[in-house]
């Protein structure tokens, strides 16, 4: 995984740009709103997130950390794969649309081509128990923490846990956690498996 990428811009095209990092130029996806920060022959840091298919690895730069927590939250949505989550933040600031998704505000996401009525309301069904607090009330580390609740769930039912015994620990993490910021997701699973041990 390739979290973030420091360098200087050598290129900057109207979908991406290319950074340099040790000699080699990688291509980088970016939205309209990065693209405008980059300027050619300086040095930009750009929070990344690679997308693997069988037939390409493509890396997906933003401007800053929350902005690539929300790409990533939004894959996790129905019939939502990268390029449609990087439209939604072509269209929209990260806090406009946690804010939609909180207030159920379809007709902010159906500005962005390619969501219709149907897959604003999916939207919102899927994703807003998981986008945290509203900004202005410690929404980025919330929402930051609410993405590890599908990785360290995921991550247990490859270990061989049910779903059901997976969504146990991770609700008990969660209440140990008590609203605090979360630490990496290794260490979340770590007490995640430490719980199974209680529970079983």
């Not at 080699?24 to 929070?47: D, F, I, K, N």
């Not at 927590?69 to 939004?74: A, M």
């Not at 989550?85 to 998704?101: F, G, N, Y």
């Amino acid at each position: 995984m390739i979290a973030s990428v420091r360098g200087k811009v050598a290129a900057v095209s109207p979908d991406g740009a290319v950074i340099e990092v040790g000699g080699v130029g990688l291509a980088v996806q970016c939205s309209p709103h990065t693209l405008a920060e980059l300027r050619v022959g300086q040095e930009a840091r750009l929070a990344t997130s690679l997308v693997v298919r069988e037939d390409s690895l493509t890396l997906y730069g933003f401007a800053d950390d929350e902005a690539k927590q929300l790409f990533e939250l939004l894959q996790t949505a129905t019939g939502v794969g990268p390029r449609l989550a990087q439209a939604v933040l072509a269209v929209h600031a990260p806090e406009v649309v946690r804010r939609a998704i909180g207030a159920a505000d379809t007709s902010t996401l159906t500005q962005v081509p390619g969501i219709g009525k149907k897959g604003a309301e999916r939207l919102v069904l899927e994703l807003r128990d998981k986008i945290g607090a509203l900004p202005g009330s410690g929404g980025s580390l919330i929402a930051g923490g609410a993405v590890w609740h599908d990785q360290v769930r995921q991550a247990l039912v490859g270990l061989g846990w049910n779903e059901k015994q997976a969504d146990q620990a991770v609700a008990a993490v969660a209440e140990q956690l008590d609203g605090q910021t979360a630490p990496a997701v290794p260490v979340l699973l770590k007490q995640a498996i430490r719980m199974l041990g209680t529970i079983r």
